[in-house]
């Protein structure tokens, strides 16, 4: 199978003092098409770093290919969707603000904008929602918007920094299910970061856990049968290993 994502040899670090301090050492992950990898690990650990380093964000030492091709920079071939829910244009509709990179790319006609626009909020649930603004919205729903903003532009690869750790128990849960239904759909490739085992066992069919020092510690792939819950068969056995290699952290769980 085709690896739309290979990072090989990734290193990463930073300068303290006249010592310089690696954040990531020589990772190596290959993802074919329409796989979904969840990282876990400790704060500062790197996970965060490994991903803007997949968008472009970062400088690093290694090499990501998408598609074959090795990229430095940003593309609309990786888009990124943070915890923070202040990612949308606050003076823009919410219309506005999915037609604002489609814009960017190319996309001209006005017809055309508003069909798109109105074709991805229907797709993350937010039909009808055109008109409002980014204040009128909920911290759900605005992660909504980002996610479809995202889709919008055809990329292979979703990097998701803690979307949902921030909203409340019921919203997170609905937009875990929303997000497994929207991956399926587009045929996306999604990197997620997160800190809760529970979320990383429900969404993940991949599952990756950094060391403190940034090294992969672990690199397994999640057999459980869907829909996944406490009760499901394996499921005690799999938090087990997730939380054994996970250095005693509770915050994690």
């Known amino acids: 199978m085709d690896k739309i994502l290979k990072v090989k040899n ?6 303290d003092g006249a010592d310089s301090v690696n954040i990531l050492e020589n990772l190596n992950i290959d993802m074919p098409e329409n796989q979904f990898l969840c990282v876990l690990g400790p704060s500062g650990c790197g996970k965060t770093t490994l991903i803007r380093c997949i968008a472009g964000f970062e400088d690093y030492d290694g090499v990501v290919e998408v598609s074959g091709k090795e990229t430095k920079g ?5 888009i990124m969707v943070f915890q923070n829910f202040d990612q949308l244009f606050p003076w823009k509709t919410v219309e506005d603000n999915i037609k604002y990179p489609l814009k960017i790319n190319g996309t001209k006609d006005k017809e055309e904008l508003s069909k798109l626009a109105k074709e991805y909020l229907e ?3 937010l039909a009808g929602s055109e008109k409002k603004y980014p204040h009128q919205l909920s911290g759900g729903m605005k992660q909504r918007v980002s996610i479809a903003r995202g889709l ?14 921030s909203l409340d128990a019921i919203t997170r849960r609905n937009l875990q299910r929303e997000l497994l239904k929207i991956k399926e759909k587009e045929n996306v ?6 800190h809760n085992i529970q979320e990383a066992m429900t969404l ?3 599952l990756i856990v950094l060391s403190k020092s940034g090294e992969i510690k672990l690199d397994i792939h999640n057999t459980l049968q ?6 499901t068969e394996g499921y005690g056995e799999l938090w087990k290993k997730l939380s054994d290699n ?4 509770s915050d994690l769980y």
């Open 10 to 15: 990734l290193t990463k670090n930073y300068k």
């Open 74 to 78: 940003p593309g609309i071939d990786r």
């Open 123 to 125: 797709l993350v649930g």
């Open 152 to 165: 919008a532009v055809k990329p292979k690869i979703i990097l998701m920094d803690e979307p949902f750790a």
């Open 189 to 194: 490739t999604v990197v997620f970061i997160t």
């Open 204 to 206: 993940g069919d991949r």
């Open 226 to 231: 869907a829909p996944i819950n406490p009760a």
């Open 246 to 249: 996970l250095e005693g952290n």
